[in-house]
């Protein structure tokens, strides 16, 4: 009978040991489901360090489960038997189940130690608990933890994911050592919060402070200057990146392409994403909404047939990206065609699919079509999906489906935002339905809430200079007013004609003229006019859908004065040029 020696039995170990480590960091789970039956031949599976380099294989090559049979199976289970079951789990998008092992370990008697508690704190994240984070956090204390460096990160981390952002600043202030991780979780808390001021002060500090920030790092603060279109100090923090090698990440490369698509400034977008060789889905998905909202369909279907022929999976935000795209440029059997595919990849079309889908419909005209689809689909009907059918409703002047979307919110009960409510009064007095329209209004008022107020912005250097329509406020109102009035002549005198029809309320028609003449977004072009040399594109923020009536405007403003003009509403981008829009008029 053949005998294995002690000796033999450590060499068995150490070499399983060190081929079971190379095999996690290949991900190689083939060989590594060879390895494992090899080591229950021998018997070491009862072996602890065995038995945690195993559960952190099957974690790394994402079979959690697999990594709770190989706890369950082995005889003694140490704090870090624990810690890797706990950490495959939170790692691998189960957090209540690493919530109730973590219990588990407690009734055990086994006490967490600084690698245990950062998954329990990234698990109560993801399922936005903050109340078992306190509770995770009142033992932290217990066991003397709350000083640890990579605890209190993830405590900071936890918090801000949570929404308390004050908790996550007290744990952040009271850390006697600080790292990148915790600066990173504190930065991204305010990006998520929308404190955009706060978390450049921060990222600020942090430089000043010579810390080592990584791309998760850089990544949020290139979005806060995307969410705030601050194109200059972007491509500040761009060069810093360069400087830092940091450019070549898919995180910090995804955010640097919605910042230039954000600002209008798509080429540098394309040039981001075709500088990075090794691109993640966030990144292609990046991509495909800036080509969808620049009035690019046929580069967004493009780039999506080259994500798939290099092995990218599409998930449900590529598909509505698509879908966005269609919309927008009026594709309908386009959009069909990629709403059926989703089935091909096992995506069930959620809210905002069925809403894009509506609004491409109701674009079109089509807008029987589109109350089938809002008939049959199997979700209620959402504020998106009721918006969208209303924007058909107000573009095609039909007061009968308008009555059937006012039914419709009224099933929602008082719950509904203000936006809603004005386009159901917009899309009334669209139709001429002017009555109906007050009466929208009205319940507007009735329940408190107030229209958005129409802003546009520009950026000249670090400032954002924002006007409200008939803003007077500015300190240069009278230049601004003063070149307003001498384009406009110009304008009158190569063919354009107010269209007062977008004032959607009842007055007379020279108050609708100068209702209409001094909108936000002229107030801006005009300082943009004033300010910038003429080879700079004058480039527009808007916080709400531009008119119909600017629009035209805009087209006459670029072909008289010669300039480039861009502009960001709340759907889109529009690029005027001699007199000619990117939308095509579609919009």
Known sequence: MLRVTADEHSYNYKHTSDLLLSLTRSRSLPKGLQLHAQIIKLGL???PLISHNLINFYSKTQFPIYSCH??????????????????????????????????????????????????????????????????????????????????????????????????????????PEKNVVSWSGMISGYVLLGDDEEALRLFKQALVENLDVNDFTFSSVVRVCGNST???????????????????????????????????????????FNE???????????????????????????????????????????????????????????????FEMMKEYGIEPGAQHYASMVDLLGRAGKLEEAVSMVKGMPIKPTESI????????????????????????????????????????????AAGKWDEAAKARKMLRDQGLKKETGLSWIEDGNKVHTFASGDRTHLRTEEIYKKLDELGDEM?????????????????????????????????????????PHERPIRIMKNLRVCGDC??????????SGRVIIVRDNNRFHRFENGVCTCRDYW
């Not at 039914?407 to 203000?418: A, D, F, R, T, W």
């Not at 003449?517 to 107030?523: A, I």
């Open 45 to 47: 599976q009862t072996i």
């Open 492 to 532: 009158e005198r190569a063919g354009y004609v107010a269209d007062t029809s977008f004032v959607l309320k009842r007055v007379d028609g020279e108050e609708k003229n100068e209702t209409i003449r001094y909108h936000s977004e002229r107030l801006a072009i005009a300082f943009g006019l004033i300010t910038f």
């Open 230 to 272: 601050l194109l200059e100090l972007g491509r500040q923090i761009h060069g810093l990146c360069f400087k830092t090698s940091y450019d070549s990440s898919s995180f910090v490369g995804s955010s640097l392409v919605s910042l230039y698509s954000r600002c209008g400034v798509i080429e540098c977008a394309f040039r981001v």
């Open 386 to 429: 009721l918006g969208a059918l209303l924007t058909g409703c107000r573009i095609h002047g039909n007061a009968e489906l308008a009555a059937f979307v006012d039914h419709k919110i009224s099933e929602l009960g008082g719950n509904v935002g203000s936006g809603l409510l004005v386009l159901l009064s917009n899309a009334y007095a």
């Open 70 to 175: 190989v706890f369950n199976e082995s005889p003694y289970k140490s704090a870090t038997t624990w810690s890797s079951v706990i950490a495959s789990l939170a790692q691998n998008e189960l957090p209540s189940h690493a919530i109730q092992f973590f219990r588990k370990m407690l009734e055990n008697g086994v006490y967490p130690d600084d690698h245990i508690i950062p998954s329990a704190t990234k698990s109560c994240a993801i399922l936005g608990r903050c109340d078992i984070g306190e509770s995770v956090h009142g033992l932290v204390v217990k066991t003397g933890f709350e000083f640890d460096v990579f605890v209190g990160s993830s405590m900071v981390d936890m918090y801000a994911k949570c929404g308390e952002i004050k908790y996550a600043r007290k744990v952040f202030d009271e850390m």
């Open 551 to 560: 629009h035209t405007a805009i087209k006459f403003m670029s072909k008289c």
């Open 276 to 338: 990075i060789t090794a691109k993640n889905l966030g990144l292609w998905n990046a991509m495909l909404i800036a080509c969808a909202q620049h009035a690019q369909p046929d580069k967004a279907f493009e780039l999506f047939g080259e994500m798939r022929s290099v092995g990218i999976k599409p998930n449900f935000i590529s598909f509505l990206c698509l879908l966005y795209a269609c919309s927008h440029s009026g594709l309908v059997e386009k959009g069909k065609y990629y």
